[in-house]
């Protein structure tokens, strides 16, 4: 269904039923792969979640990649309000 819809266009306005918690988590990681910023307030709103269910689905993304993939990181931005996936070389170049 994604592929039909397009993942880039607003969920809410094309899914006709709730993600379970899975999907969620699975959506926020596509995002981060393919370089886009994510914001709790944006997927809470959009999925119907709270930021705690959000937070726990961060918390996993993040421990997936700390058991597979070991040179990617999930950083917060603070000033956007937002978690971003870097490889570590990339994380060096945006510290500096």
């Given at each position: 269904m994604l592929a039909e819809i397009g993942v880039?266009?607003?969920?809410?306005?094309?899914?006709n039923m709730k993600l379970n918690?899975?999907?969620v988590c699975l959506y926020i990681f596509y995002k981060?792969?393919?370089?886009?910023?994510?914001?709790?307030?944006?997927?809470?709103?959009?999925?119907?979640?709270?930021?705690?269910?959000?937070?726990?689905d961060i918390q996993e993304i993040r421990a997936f990649l700390a058991n597979i993939?070991?040179?990617?990181?999930?950083v917060y931005i603070k000033k956007e309000d937002s978690y971003v996936?870097?490889?570590y070389e990339e994380r060096k170049d945006f510290i500096n």
């Open positions: 880039e266009k607003d969920l809410s306005k094309y899914w918690k899975s999907q981060l792969l393919k370089g886009q910023r994510v914001n709790a307030r944006e997927i809470s709103d959009m999925f119907s979640i709270t930021t705690v269910s959000f937070a726990r993939f070991s040179t990617y990181e999930l996936l870097y490889k």
